[in-house]
């Protein structure tokens, strides 16, 4: 089973740029879509952005599009989330997982999950 561990979270001031890192064992990502999501204390833990296996295709929610870049390296069984021109609402603890599709973030591991790293945005 995919195992990871996400690094890089931080406070940022609004406005600023942040990048976190998921590091991933047990297996090798290139066979899997792969996705970022993001949980706070007001809402369920939701899908942020996805790569597909090879890295051809992107995408992202409404919230975070042309501010946020989701890339992968497969040779280094790392995924990243490059975080721009941040907002207090991109606020939350972030997670990666394999996903079965993208365009559901379906987890292809059900119920397993990192620790997360914690982005906070100060106004």
């Known amino acids: 089973q995919l195992e990871v561990v996400e690094s890089g979270g931080g406070l940022v001031q609004a406005g600023g740029s942040l990048t976190v890192s998921c590091t991933a064992s047990?297996?090798?990502?290139?066979?899997?879509?792969m996705a970022w999501f993001r949980q706070t204390s007001e809402k369920e833990r939701e899908g942020v952005s996805c790569?597909?296996?090879?890295?051809?295709?992107?995408y992202y929610a409404d919230s975070v599009e042309g501010r946020f870049t989701i890339s992968r390296d497969n040779a280094k069984n790392m995924l990243y989330l490059q975080m721009d021109s941040l907002k207090p609402e991109d606020s939350g603890m972030y997670y990666c997982?394999?996903?079965?599709?993208?365009?559901?973030?379906?987890?292809?591991?059900?119920?397993?999950w990192g620790k997360g790293t914690l982005v906070t945005i100060s106004p």
């Open positions: 997982a394999a996903v079965v599709d993208c365009w559901d973030y379906r987890p292809y591991y059900k119920g397993h």
């Open positions: 047990g297996s090798t990502i290139d066979r899997y879509s």
């Open positions: 790569i597909s296996w090879g890295g051809a295709t992107t």
